[in-house]
């Protein structure tokens, strides 16, 4: 971005903008550092005093890990939960969106009307419902939405949904009518149109949504702590196998803490540009 | 990062005169109309934006409607473990649970208002802190420096890790006898007598500022560097000549320019933390600290740790309700002057 002002910036800028952003990089760093440093320390560091140094490094944390708790089992398990939550929202959220987006029709008022307010709704009002339907449904069906994956799933679309649809309006809504009128123009349908020419240019836009939808769904302590069983545990609730247990290994819950961390994160700073550019036209109008 | 942030003004040219003129922003179903009157079509044209919501309509309705339907349902009923297996038995309770529930002389609804009172000002402590930050954050990076890149990507660290870890982590730091806050301020700064408690007692609701602080603050920071791209270059230039130095300009055009996207953003922000539950959940386990029961953990554990359903569903009713009158007034005192989001 270019300098907004031609002149350079007074002496007094440059001086608190050096002393805040150092702060706030401390802030920042604080748990990170703790964490990476926590998971290289042998056990007599992290139970004793806190030390800004390990009095050795040691990678046994990160291979004790996967033996304390089933962790590749619950990575698997976020994994298969978060993707298909994604998945499935960005895939409704399109179409609805595009719905929303080019056409008028009765009832479009009270549709984002609706998708938005459920937003402001907090999960524990859907968590006590949901669990008690799924517990119904599976004694008078057989079918086990209690407990599964494909029931946790469907929980995670109370949140992913409606951001989803929502933000995606916002970004179709500018990415400009010609582009669809013109593949009109030349013989593609309204779905054709969507998906030949809408979809590719807001690829931007979805990615940022998929981004964020996978973030939370990574992410969700709630419903994953109440709708999961042992088989089916996420790495949300498997974490704090490491803490609740009469010994607390600090330095494996830090080395999972870390593992767990470096592929959301990783992708989030890959694909950031995509969510603040989706940010932009999907939030900030 | 350069995406266009309103929406286009639609091209006049496209349609042209033959659009009403209340149809002309919106150019799906008026194109159709010009292509003639063939019948069939123009029913599947009118029927087609249906069928694209329908899977979101579905879904919305088994994930949100019949959920929230079944909540009030809930509401009514003396919902205890014995009617799990069948909630739709359980007697009916009338108003019971929302009497028991603002009953403020009585434990549950004591409890529930400390909770509420709690909640609210972490809420305002937490948003206004967040937005402090982020703002402070984005006017100062708004300018080009180096490492300005690199900075921004650290910046949105806390907010891309898993709560869950973060929060562990900040568990761990606030650890009476092995955590970092202790040993600076006790060990290496001196303070105090004995080492604090962080995680129980007063001290909790400080604990779970700084974690939800630290975890949010970079949502305000992407947002606010998102509504810095809005604003025109030129009036800058335009200060600067003036003779506005820095300061003035973030005074008198920055921060102005900011106002719609901070009225947006306020909001939500208010709403994930007053609703926050995985942040004090992670930080204290299922119980939180009388000192920082935020409602949602206090609804989770009237809920599916005492075993009341009924109570619970109610204070989530009555929570939405809370939520609705100050989500609708908000919206009201700010959008005056301002289209709604999805006109």
């Known amino acids: 971005m270019p300098s907004p002002s031609p002149t350079a910036p007074p002496r007094s800028f440059v001086w608190s903008r050096r002393v805040f952003l150092t702060l706030l990089t401390g802030f920042v760093l604080l748990p990170v550092y703790v964490m990476a440093s926590s998971s290289l320390k042998p056990l007599q560091d992290v139970s004793g005093r806190f030390r800004w140094l390990p009095s050795g490094l040691t990678v046994r944390p990160y291979l004790d890990i996967?033996?304390?708790?089933?962790?590749a089992e619950y990575f698997v398990n976020s994994l298969i939960v978060a993707g298909a939550a994604t998945v499935l929202s960005v895939v409704v959220a399109v179409f609805a969106a595009y719905a929303v987006s080019r056409y008028r029709f009765r009832g479009r008022r009270v549709f984002t009307v609706t998708v938005l307010s459920t937003q402001m709704f907090p999960g524990i009002l859907f968590l006590l419902p949901l669990f008690l339907i799924f517990v119904n449904v599976g004694n008078t069906t057989g079918v086990a939405l209690y407990g599964s994956r494909g029931g946790l799933i469907l929980t995670y679309l109370t949140f992913s949904l409606p951001f989803s649809i929502w933000m995606l309006i916002g970004y179709l809504d500018s990415v400009p009518r010609d582009?669809?009128?013109?593949?009109?123009?030349d013989g593609c349908g309204p779905l054709g149109a969507l998906l030949r020419v809408v979809v590719p240019a807001a690829v931007p836009g979805i990615v940022a949504v998929a981004v964020y939808a996978f973030m939370t769904a990574w992410g969700e302590v709630l419903f994953a702590s109440v709708m999961t069983n042992d088989t089916t545990?996420?790495?949300?609730?498997?974490?704090?196998?490491?803490?609740?247990?009469?010994?607390?290994?600090?330095?494996?819950?830090?080395?999972?803490?870390?593992?767990?961390?470096?592929?959301?994160?990783?992708?989030f700073l890959l694909l950031q540009r995509y969510l603040v550019a989706g940010l932009t036209a999907g939030a900030v109008k | 990062?350069?995406?266009?942030?309103?929406?286009?003004?639609?091209?006049?040219?496209?349609?042209?005169?033959?659009?009403?003129?209340?149809?002309?922003?919106?150019?799906?179903?008026?194109?159709?109309?010009?292509?003639?009157?063939?019948?069939?079509?123009?029913?599947?044209?009118?029927?087609?934006p249906y069928l694209l919501l329908l899977p979101a309509l579905a879904l919305e309705l088994l994930i949100h409607l019949v959920p929230m339907?079944?909540?009030?349902?809930?509401?009514?009923?003396?919902?205890?473990?014995?009617?799990?297996?069948?909630?739709?038995t359980a007697p009916w309770a009338g108003?019971?649970?929302?009497?028991?529930?603002?009953?403020?002389?009585?434990?549950?609804?004591?409890?529930?208002?400390?909770?509420?009172?709690?909640?609210?000002?972490?809420?305002?402590?937490?948003v206004a802190l967040c937005w402090l930050l982020g703002t402070a954050a984005a006017v100062f990076m708004q300018e080009s420096f180096r490492g300005r890149g690199p900075l921004r990507a650290l910046f949105l660290v806390p907010y891309a890790l898993p709560v869950y870890a973060a929060v562990i982590t900040w568990a761990f730091?606030?650890?009476?006898?092995?955590?970092?806050?202790?040993?600076?301020?006790?060990?290496?700064?001196?303070?105090?007598?004995?080492?604090?408690?962080?995680?129980?007692?007063?001290?909790?609701?400080?604990?779970?500022?700084?974690?939800?602080?630290?975890?949010?603050?970079?949502?305000?920071?992407?947002?606010?560097?998102?509504?810095?791209?809005?604003?025109?270059?030129?009036?800058?230039?335009?200060?600067?000549?003036?003779?506005?130095?820095m300061w003035?300009?973030?005074?008198?055009?920055?921060?102005?320019?900011?106002?719609?996207?901070?009225?947006?953003?306020?909001?939500?922000?208010?709403?994930?933390?007053?609703?926050?539950?995985?942040?004090?959940?992670?930080?204290?386990g299922r119980s939180a600290p009388k000192a920082a029961d935020l409602v949602s953990l206090h609804i989770y554990q009237s809920s599916f740790v005492t075993w009341n359903f009924g109570t619970g569903a109610a204070m989530s009713v009555l929570l939405v309700l809370f939520l609705l009158v100050v989500t609708g007034g908000y919206l009201l005192l700010t959008s005056r002057g301002r289209k709604s989001a999805d006109a």
């Not at chain 1, 582009?179 to 123009?185: F, P, Q, T």
């Not at chain 2, 349609?15 to 009403?20: E, I, N, R, S, T």
């Not at chain 2, 008198?252 to 208010?270: G, K, W």
């Open chain 1, 233 to 267: 545990r996420t790495l949300a609730v498997g974490l704090q196998g490491y803490a609740t247990q009469n010994d607390v290994y600090w330095n494996q819950v830090m080395a999972a803490s870390l593992v767990v961390s470096v592929p959301v994160v990783a992708g």
């Open chain 2, 173 to 245: 730091m606030f650890q009476r006898d092995n955590g970092l806050v202790n040993h600076v301020l006790h060990d290496q700064l001196g303070l105090g007598g004995d080492r604090a408690f962080w995680l129980i007692g007063d001290n909790s609701l400080y604990a779970l500022l700084t974690v939800s602080v630290w975890k949010g603050w970079p949502f305000a920071f992407l947002i606010v560097t998102a509504g810095l791209q809005n604003i025109p270059k030129e009036l800058y230039e335009a200060a600067a000549i003036d003779g506005a130095g």
């Open chain 2, 69 to 88: 339907v079944i909540g009030v349902v809930m509401s009514f009923k003396t919902l205890t473990q014995f009617y799990i297996r069948d909630w739709t």
């Open chain 2, 248 to 284: 003035q300009q973030i005074r008198r055009i920055t921060l102005p320019a900011l106002r719609p996207v901070n009225q947006v953003l306020v909001l939500v922000l208010f709403l994930w933390t007053f609703n926050d539950f995985n942040t004090p959940y992670v930080l204290f």
């Open chain 2, 95 to 126: 108003f019971d649970n929302y009497r028991i529930s603002v009953d403020f002389s009585a434990p549950v609804g004591k409890d529930l208002l400390d909770s509420f009172v709690t909640t609210c000002l972490f809420t305002v402590a937490s």
């Open chain 1, 179 to 185: 582009l669809d009128e013109a593949a009109m123009v």
């Open chain 1, 66 to 71: 996967w033996k304390t708790v089933p962790l």
């Open chain 2, 1 to 48: 990062m350069s995406a266009p942030v309103t929406p286009p003004t639609p091209a006049p040219t496209a349609v042209g005169a033959q659009v009403p003129p209340e149809r002309a922003e919106r150019s799906g179903p008026p194109r159709a109309r010009r292509r003639g009157p063939r019948t069939p079509g123009r029913i599947r044209r009118a029927s087609l």
